[in-house]
């Protein structure tokens, strides 16, 4: 499957972007979808994921009540909705699939398809 991740941007704290993922190759709709961020200097950390329909999503504490993750099976396309940005959530964001459901939906190692990514830089 690949994966394309579009959406970033500019914006100022308190603004809200939506981030894509667009799958190709295979459908995603079994598949547990992750999105994860990497800031400069840092290491990849998880942001969200979601399983299949009619499980909930699950969030980092650092996103929880201003981020949302949502599927479009029609689509083959998952998004991120991110409200109240801060300048803290400056960072290159990856989507990822994982095939298998290989358990923990936040364990990075666990996703086996990764898209290119997407910076979102929120200024303050």
């Known amino acids: 499957v690949q994966l394309q991740a579009s959406g970033g941007g500019l914006v100022q704290a308190g603004g809200s972007l939506r981030l894509a993922c667009a799958a190709s190759?295979?459908?995603?709709?079994?598949?547990?979808m992750g999105w994860f961020r990497q800031a400069p200097g840092k290491e990849r950390e998880f942001v969200a994921g979601?399983?299949?329909?009619?499980?909930?999503?699950y969030y980092a504490d650092s996103v929880k009540g201003r981020f949302a993750i949502s599927r479009d099976n029609a689509k083959n396309t998952v998004y991120l909705q991110m409200n109240s940005l801060k300048p803290e959530d400056t960072a290159v964001y990856y989507c990822a699939a994982d095939t298998s459901y290989s358990g923990r939906v936040d364990q990075l190692s666990n996703y086996d398809y990764w898209g290119q990514g997407t910076l979102v830089t929120v200024s303050s």
């Open positions: 979601t399983r299949w329909s009619g499980m909930p999503p």
């Open positions: 190759g295979r459908t995603i709709s079994t598949y547990v």
